[in-house]
């Protein structure tokens, strides 16, 4: 059964900082690839990151570019998304997600975590 747990969400101003985790399991962690989605309050779902945990390979959507790194732990089953130079635009309820390869992410998702982002 894939779980996956985020934590690290919170208020925080703008230009500050917050560092979200996710631990997985009930998969082989080694073949799946994990990212974060985020939805904003009254808006669609975006991708936010991704990272193939085989290759090391990761995405970012463009509003994030230079500001969030995605990294993983391969022997703690755990993915990292540090965000800096936060914006109230980036306020939302993220989720981790995970699926066979980044194009495919959102096959599975746990519980989300709000970041809020105050001006």
């Known amino acids: 059964d894939v779980q996956l747990q985020a934590s690290g969400g919170g208020l925080v101003q703008a230009g500050g900082s917050l560092r979200l985790s996710c631990a997985a399991s009930?998969?082989?962690?080694?073949?799946?690839?994990i990212g974060w989605i985020r939805q904003p309050p009254g808006k669609d779902r975006e991708a936010v990151s991704c990272i193939s945990i085989r290759d090391g390979r990761t995405y970012y959507v463009d509003s994030v570019k230079g500001r969030f790194t995605l990294s993983s732990d391969n022997a703690k089953n755990s993915v990292y998304l540090q965000m800096n130079s936060l914006k109230p635009e980036d306020t939302a309820l993220y989720y981790c997600v995970a699926g066979p390869r980044c194009t495919e992410v959102d096959q599975h998702r746990g519980q989300g975590t709000q970041v809020t982002v105050s001006s």
């Open positions: 009930g998969f082989t962690f080694d073949d799946y690839a």
